[in-house]
């Protein structure tokens, strides 16, 4: 299905304004409903909600209105629209990599006084030392 939403998003990207709010409107509310249709809410509580990009559970979570739902990243955008923003993901998903890298990229990071590594705790990690 994700592949159909971007390829069907990549297409309407072009000056079809209004055609291209229906179309991601519509891929929205099927992606939402797939997503949601198991929550307990009556539908005129989903709807408007769906349609904004947003599931039953988040919008409870931020406590959304209508007045201040601006204010907050739809999770339709977050999955569908964010995909290519981090390519490498290996370094944002592990810690210690994404350490080494920022500490010799010159970056100042607090000091990593412990961490497992192999089933066993290493003190002191990146000085020349570590144990």
């Known amino acids: 299905?994700?592949?159909?939403?971007?390829?069907?998003m990549r297409l309407t990207r072009s000056r079809l304004g209004?055609?291209?709010?229906?179309v991601e409107g519509s891929l929205r509310l099927y992606w939402m409903w797939r997503e949601d249709r198991h929550v307990r809410?009556?539908?005129?509580?989903?709807?408007?909600?769906?349609?904004r990009g947003f599931r039953?559970?988040?919008?409870?979570?931020?406590?959304?209105?209508?007045?201040?739902?601006?204010?907050y990243l739809p999770d339709f955008?977050?999955?569908?629209?964010?995909?290519?923003l981090n390519y490498d993901r290996a370094f944002l998903d592990n810690?210690?990599?994404?350490?080494?890298v920022l500490l010799t990229s010159g970056l100042a990071q607090t000091e990593t006084v412990a961490m497992l590594w192999r089933g066993?705790?290493?003190v002191h990690p990146f000085s020349q030392d570590g144990q």
């Open 41 to 51: 809410a009556p539908l005129s509580r989903k709807l408007p909600l769906w349609w």
């Open 95 to 100: 810690k210690a990599a994404l350490r080494s």
């Open 1 to 8: 299905m994700s592949l159909l939403v971007d390829t069907v």
């Open 120 to 122: 066993r705790a290493v």
């Open 18 to 22: 209004p055609i291209r709010r229906l």
């Open 77 to 84: 955008n977050a999955i569908h629209r964010t995909k290519g």
């Open 56 to 71: 039953v559970h988040s919008a409870t979570l931020y406590g959304l209105g209508r007045d201040h739902a601006a204010d």
